[in-house]
């Protein structure tokens, strides 16, 4: 009788990744449908100078391209600022070559940053806010690459007040191997959909790191970036912060493109294992409930514990709504076409996820480029030399 009644539970709990996806394909043609994702489209009145903050650590796949890509902007005013850690860093030649391509554009070499905290990357952005000339700053990583409409997209918000930040999608671009094409994927069929179910059902209090944009004024209001050096999710605590304040956090219909590396599936594993612990060390409850959104193990268990006859009834319908998840956001919304190109991928992205998310609850020391660190308390702890292997 106990049996029963478990086993009947975890049926109804089963039908939790099908309910997701319906929702998901609701909530994003409400989101999509809402304003053009055409960001030529966008208002041309408000036009606000601007300030591009790269903080830079070595060098990522076209490097240059990606850098480029921001000095071919179609705004009026802006500039952009890059921090390397110190003289030797390899991409300050690439950078310095860019000034130079782009003689007509603001563009500023900063070396070196304060330790303030554990994080480079936020001790990188305290100094460059101080130096930067323009109230708004949008935060972008290194291996980012946009298109000329990027910056009115992203700014147009801030013409309401209520806005405190605004963040963006952002699709994959790989070299065809199959780690990053697995690992991209899962942007526009996994990540995405996620952020769009979570801002229809109370708005978002969180940024995604590949672009946060906000303003000095927002920023000295929660301690300025200071105040986010020992956190592991800075894009986390930013966008959280900000919404505390009462200030609205704005997801902008601009996607923007994240170029990954060549990988082995290792490295890819890794780095998604760092995603997850990001999202378990932010929201554990959001961390929790990404096990009902992948229908895939769920089919597996009504295998073990009804007949794979039905298991394969409930993965086969429960897939149909994942693939129109994903051509909806991913292709038809994000203009994602790596989406199209990998459709048959998806149940090996959705192993692989799962996988990940398991492997997450586990002890994990956070490897963050060339350095090692524990997280306690959503804060960075340095690895001792002595303890590394």
């Given at each position: 009788?106990?049996?029963?009644?478990?086993?009947?539970?975890?049926?109804?709990?089963?039908?939790?990744?099908?309910?997701?996806?319906?929702?998901?394909?609701?909530?994003?043609?409400r989101f999509f449908r809402a304003k053009p994702t055409n960001s030529s489209e966008a208002p041309s009145d408000f036009t606000p100078p601007v300030s591009i903050l790269k903080p830079i650590h070595g060098l990522d796949r076209e490097t240059y391209e990606n850098y480029a890509s921001f000095c071919k902007q179609e705004y009026p005013e802006f500039e952009i600022l890059f921090c390397v850690g110190d003289e030797r860093d390899p991409a300050i030649p690439v950078i310095e070559k860019l000034i130079a391509d782009f003689p007509q554009r603001s563009i500023r070499l900063l070396v070196g940053s304060k330790p303030l905290?554990?994080?480079?990357?936020?001790?990188?952005?305290?100094?460059?806010?101080?130096?930067?000339?323009?109230?708004?700053?949008?935060?972008?990583?290194?291996?980012?690459?946009?298109?000329?409409?990027?910056?009115?997209?992203?700014?147009?918000?801030?013409?309401?007040?209520?806005?405190?930040?605004?963040?963006?999608?952002?699709?994959?671009?790989?070299?065809?191997?199959?780690?990053?094409?697995?690992?991209?994927?899962?942007?526009?069929?996994?990540?995405?959909?996620?952020?769009?179910?979570?801002?229809?059902?109370?708005?978002?209090?969180?940024?995604?790191?590949?672009?946060?944009?906000?303003?000095?004024?927002?920023?000295?209001?929660?301690?300025?970036?200071?105040?986010?050096?020992?956190?592991?999710?800075?894009?986390?605590?930013?966008?959280?912060?900000?919404?505390?304040?009462?200030?609205?956090?704005?997801?902008?219909?601009?996607?923007?493109?994240?170029?990954?590396?060549?990988?082995?599936?290792?490295?890819?594993?890794?780095?998604?294992?760092?995603?997850?612990?990001?999202?378990?060390?932010?929201?554990?409850?959001?961390?929790?409930?990404?096990?009902?959104?992948?229908?895939?193990?769920?089919?597996?268990?009504?295998?073990?514990?009804?007949?794979?006859?039905?298991?394969?009834?409930?993965?086969?319908?429960?897939?149909?709504?994942?693939?129109?998840?994903?051509?909806?956001?991913?292709?038809?919304?994000?203009?994602?076409?790596?989406?199209?190109?990998?459709?048959?991928?998806?149940?090996?992205?959705?192993?692989?996820?799962?996988?990940?998310?398991?492997?997450?609850?586990?002890?994990?020391?956070?490897?963050?480029?060339?350095?090692?660190?524990?997280?306690?308390?959503?804060?960075?702890?340095?690895?001792?030399?002595?303890?590394?292997?």
């Amino acid at each position: 009788m106990v049996w029963m009644v478990v086993r009947d539970a975890l049926l109804v709990l089963a039908a939790a990744p099908v309910i997701y996806y319906l929702v998901a394909i609701l909530a994003a043609v409400r989101f999509f449908r809402a304003k053009p994702t055409n960001s030529s489209e966008a208002p041309s009145d408000f036009t606000p100078p601007v300030s591009i903050l790269k903080p830079i650590h070595g060098l990522d796949r076209e490097t240059y391209e990606n850098y480029a890509s921001f000095c071919k902007q179609e705004y009026p005013e802006f500039e952009i600022l890059f921090c390397v850690g110190d003289e030797r860093d390899p991409a300050i030649p690439v950078i310095e070559k860019l000034i130079a391509d782009f003689p007509q554009r603001s563009i500023r070499l900063l070396v070196g940053s304060k330790p303030l905290g554990a994080s480079d990357k936020v001790n990188k952005l305290c100094r460059m806010v101080r130096e930067a000339r323009h109230d708004i700053v949008i935060v972008s990583d290194s291996d980012v690459r946009v298109e000329p409409g990027f910056l009115r997209g992203v700014v147009t918000p801030f013409s309401d007040p209520k806005v405190g930040g605004a963040t963006c999608f952002y699709r994959g671009i790989t070299d065809g191997g199959f780690a990053a094409d697995l690992e991209a994927l899962g942007n526009s069929a996994d990540f995405a959909p996620g952020v769009i179910v979570a801002r229809h059902f109370g708005g978002l209090d969180f940024m995604l790191g590949a672009v946060m944009a906000t303003t000095k004024g927002h920023l000295a209001e929660i301690g300025g970036f200071e105040s986010l050096a020992d956190y592991f999710c800075d894009d986390y605590e930013l966008g959280n912060r900000i919404a505390a304040r009462g200030y609205r956090v704005e997801l902008s219909r601009f996607a923007v493109d994240i170029v990954y590396p060549r990988e082995t599936i290792g490295e890819a594993f890794r780095h998604q294992l760092r995603w997850n612990l990001s999202i378990r060390f932010s929201r554990p409850g959001g961390h929790f409930g990404l096990i009902f959104t992948n229908a895939l193990p769920w089919a597996v268990l009504i295998g073990a514990i009804v007949t794979w006859r039905v298991a394969v009834a409930y993965l086969a319908s429960a897939l149909a709504f994942r693939i129109l998840m994903a051509i909806l956001v991913g292709f038809r919304g994000m203009r994602d076409r790596l989406v199209l190109r990998k459709l048959w991928m998806l149940p090996l992205r959705d192993a692989f996820a799962f996988t990940v998310w398991l492997a997450s609850f586990f002890p994990q020391r956070i490897q963050w480029r060339d350095r090692q660190f524990r997280v306690r308390d959503k804060r960075l702890i340095p690895v001792p030399s002595r303890e590394l292997p």
